[in-house]
């Protein structure tokens, strides 16, 4: 099988839905998968050396507007679609031109529930792709059940769709590091003190806001804890970075910015607690990346986090503040031995999403679209 995987709206620093795709990359060549990646111009040698197995093609342009305006009508024309026997947008989208029979991940449906959490001109952007993609793609992959049944009922009518939900490297994001206490040293990190841990981009769905609030509660009477915030800063963060600086306890809230996928298994050993108050997400990375690490995780119950974590994290009512205050002053309260009867259910949990799961979904995904009986 000959697959051409559009990797173009990856940016350099990889997270979130570039984690999974970086991922899908690297792990297609290894299942026997003739995988061409499809990237900017000038980002070729990125995706080499992420997946050396794989051949790669630069041909998209870099600016936004001129690289989404290329996808939908030059890319499907190309030789490295044409010599495919299938293509893979993995971010919504497709080419509007080209007769490769094709695949299109969904990641989630916000952009019709919560537009308000979505530069207006991606909402516009991105309801118009999804429709596109439900209507002409050969199969439609949502990363969790979640998305699918939103998908459902928000598009009733659209492509077959296969779930593939997301995965964790096990071997990576475990409870046991050696080097925790080098690699944190080395960003001038100490674990003196006790710290609650967030890891995402910062935008108004994260629930930023509400870990402030409830930061500011917890402080107030623990003299110790810290709160650290690592993460990109992403649209509308003005009125987070009001909180920020007007907060009482702004001096134990550390601002570590990207953080290194090397880094992120330690920071998730060592934090007390690993919150992740996001009103809405498609499937919540984060959450059992921290489970995987055995870290006590308090995430939001009626989102597909809570659908992922299952027993394995304390969830609470999307923008409560009083009941993640008290979630992560359980947390950070626990026993030893609490803490690890919450590591093993976490990390249980855990093992049931594995990329490699993931991409035998994916495989799953690519025949039915190639069975054309």
């Known amino acids: 099988m000959k697959v051409a995987l559009d990797v173009s709206a990856v940016p ?63 890319v499907g024309m190309s030789g490295a679609a044409r010599r495919a026997d299938l293509w893979h947008g993995p971010h919504y989208t497709m080419p509007h031109r080209g007769s490769t029979p094709t695949v299109v991940t969904i990641h989630d449906l916000t952009f019709f529930t919560n537009p308000e959490w979505h530069e207006r001109s991606k909402v516009a952007f991105f309801r118009r792709a999804i429709a596109y993609s439900a209507q002409h793609a050969r199969v439609l992959m949502t990363i969790s059940d979640f998305s699918a049944r939103l998908l459902d009922e928000i598009v009733p009518v659209h492509a077959p769709v296969v779930v593939t939900p997301l995965g964790v490297d096990l071997q990576k994001f475990q409870p046991e590091g050696r080097d925790d206490a080098s690699l944190l040293g080395a960003l001038q990190l100490s674990l003196e003190f006790p710290f609650i841990f967030f890891v995402g981009t910062f935008e108004p769905r994260k629930g930023l806001d509400v870990l402030l609030t409830a930061f500011e509660e917890i402080a107030r009477h623990d003299n110790e804890v810290e709160l650290w915030l690592a993460g990109q800063a992403g649209w509308g963060v003005g009125p987070l970075e009001t909180q920020l600086a007007a907060h009482p306890f702004r001096e134990r809230i550390r601002r570590l910015g990207f953080v290194d996928e090397a880094l992120l298994p330690a920071l998730f050993r060592h934090a007390r607690a690993v919150a992740y108050p996001s009103r809405g997400e498609g499937f919540g990375l984060p959450v059992i990346e921290a489970m995987a690490c055995g870290a006590s995780v308090v995430t939001t119950e009626g989102t597909v986090m809570a659908e992922i974590a299952g027993e394995g994290a304390r969830l609470v009512p999307v923008g409560d503040v009083a009941a993640l205050t008290a979630s992560l002053v359980e947390a950070l309260d626990a026993s030893e031995s609490d803490r690890a009867s919450w590591a093993l259910r976490a990390r249980s949990r855990a093992e049931h999403f594995t990329w490699e799961a993931c991409v035998d979904q994916h495989l799953v995904a690519y025949e039915r679209a190639l069975d054309v009986s």
């Open 12 to 74: 350099p620093k990889i997270a979130g839905v570039g984690r999974y795709v970086a991922e899908l990359a690297r792990r297609l060549p290894e299942r026997g998968v003739v995988t061409t990646l499809v990237t900017r111009r000038g980002d070729a040698s990125r995706w080499r050396e992420i997946s050396p197995r794989a051949t790669v093609a630069g041909l998209v342009p870099n600016a936004r507007a001129a690289r989404l305006a290329y996808e939908a009508w030059v």
